[in-house]
Structure formats: structure tokens, C-alpha cells
């Protein structure tokens, strides 16, 4: 799996809405680019529409949001009208096509021995491509989650944490266990007290030296 910090790989695919080339259609945006190890199974359908009924969400976060299947771009439209019907939010976002297996490769989520194609793979066999990667702008990878089939991912987590990042990026803060908007965060350990008055005059609480917790403006 990719880890943290690496530069996502860039990429060309055919999706529900057109071909693309990853890192042109990210563009300035953050991105969520999550995975599904094959079309009609029960939990990524449930999850896709999840997804497209935060949309709203995403958007004002300033982040695209882009599925990826192993199966072929045809399925990925029959699947979306089950989606639709099952969730009550219809796709409205771009679903790539992995037919050739070469993006779960490139992203480490399937192993070079996979073969070269989707045809006769039960979602079992792909169980390992059910993987959440959140991308910076700088195209980097910010985080990485890996969630079993059974298990259905919690997009208001993910949500959670793309405001986490979005505030530590622009502010030398990290956020605590179960941080949510409007919480006190933490002054970074990298950022001294002399250089912490300058940056938070307001001041701070220090339970522990190295625990400065900060009211958010």
C-alpha cells in the first residue's frame, strides 16, 4: 500500500463521466479517491450512495470525490441505477473502470500476480481493494484507510478528517482524539512557546509541557 506523504500516482481511465487523467481532473482540489472490489455487492452499494448524499459536504471543502470498481464502465451505469433506487442519492460523481486491474495495482491494493483483468475475479478475490486515499492538492497522499467487506466505511469520519487536515495545513496545529470543528486543537510540537505567543496571542492551556491546547479562530 502507498503510504502517507508519496505523490498519488497519476493516471488515465475510463469513468461514468468521460476518460480522464488523474491528476488534470484534481486539479487544485483535495480529492477522495475510494475503492470497491466489484460492482452490485452489498456494502459498496450502500457506500456509494452515502457518498453521493454528502455532496454537498465535499464540495465546500473544496473536494472531488472519484470511485474506482474493477469492473468495466457499462456495469458501473447498471450499478448506479441500484444505487440510486436502494440509497435514494444517485452517483454524482465519476466511477473509473479497472477492467485490466492496473490502477488496484499501481495503488498496491491488488499484487502484481492478480493478473490482468477483472473477468472471473469474485469480489473475495479483490477483497483487499476497499481502500480510502484522501490527496492533497501538492497531489500527496494524506491518508490511507483499508476497511474489510463486511464493514461499511463512515464517510462522516472521513469528513472529520479532511477538516483536520484542511486546518493543520493552513496553521502550525495538530488536533486531538476525537477533534471536531470548533474544538481546541494543539500547537504543533515543532513550534516553540516564544514563536507559539506570536502565532496564538490568546494563549493556551498546558495540562503537560508538551500538551499546548489552543482555541481555533
Same mark, same amino acid.
Given at each position: ?5 508519496? *505523490? ?8 461514468? &463521466? ?21 460492482? @452490485? ?13 454528502? +455532496?454537498? &459536504? $465535499?464540495?465546500?471543502? !473544496? ?10 464502465? %457499462? ?9 440510486? &433506487? ?20 499501481? @495503488?498496491?491494493?491488488?499484487? +502484481?500476480?492478480?493478473? %490482468? ?9 479483490? +477483497? ?11 497531489? #500527496? ?5 483499508? @476497511? ?5 466505511? !463512515? $464517510? ?6 479532511? %477538516?483536520?487536515? #484542511?486546518?493543520?495545513? #493552513? ?6 482524539? !476525537?477533534?471536531?470543528?470548533? &474544538? ?8 516553540? !512557546? ?5 502565532? $496564538?496571542? #490568546? ?10 491546547? *489552543?482555541?481555533?479562530?
Amino acid at each position: 500500500m502507498l503510504p502517507i506523504g508519496t *505523490v498519488a500516482p497519476d493516471f488515465e481511465a475510463d469513468t461514468t &463521466e468521460g476518460r480522464i487523467r488523474f491528476h488534470e481532473w484534481l486539479g487544485n482540489s483535495w480529492g477522495v479517491l475510494f475503492s470497491h472490489p466489484k460492482d @452490485y455487492t452489498p456494502v459498496c452499494t450502500t457506500e456509494l450512495g452515502a457518498m453521493a448524499g454528502l +455532496a454537498s &459536504e $465535499f464540495a465546500k471543502r !473544496n473536494v472531488k470525490v472519484l470511485a474506482i470498481s474493477v469492473d468495466p464502465v %457499462d456495469s458501473h451505469h447498471g450499478w448506479s441505477k441500484d444505487i440510486a &433506487e436502494v440509497t435514494g442519492h444517485a452517483v454524482n460523481y465519476p466511477m473509473i473502470a479497472d477492467p485490466e486491474l492496473k490502477i488496484s495495482k499501481l @495503488y498496491g491494493m491488488l499484487p +502484481a500476480s492478480a493478473g %490482468d483483468t477483472s473477468q472471473g475475479r469474485t469480489a473475495a478475490d479483490n +477483497a483487499t481493494v476497499r481502500t480510502v486515499f484522501v490527496i492533497g492538492p501538492d497531489k #500527496q497522499i494524506k491518508l490511507v484507510l483499508a @476497511y474489510p467487506m463486511t464493514t461499511g466505511r !463512515n $464517510f462522516d469520519e472521513i469528513l472529520r478528517v479532511i %477538516d483536520s487536515l #484542511q486546518l493543520t495545513a #493552513q496553521k502550525k496545529l495538530a488536533t486531538p482524539a !476525537n477533534w471536531k470543528p470548533g &474544538e481546541k486543537a494543539i500547537i504543533a510540537g515543532s513550534v516553540t !512557546n516564544d514563536a507559539a505567543k506570536e502565532l $496564538f496571542p #490568546q494563549g493556551w492551556d498546558s495540562p503537560k509541557p508538551y500538551i499546548r491546547y *489552543v482555541e481555533v479562530k
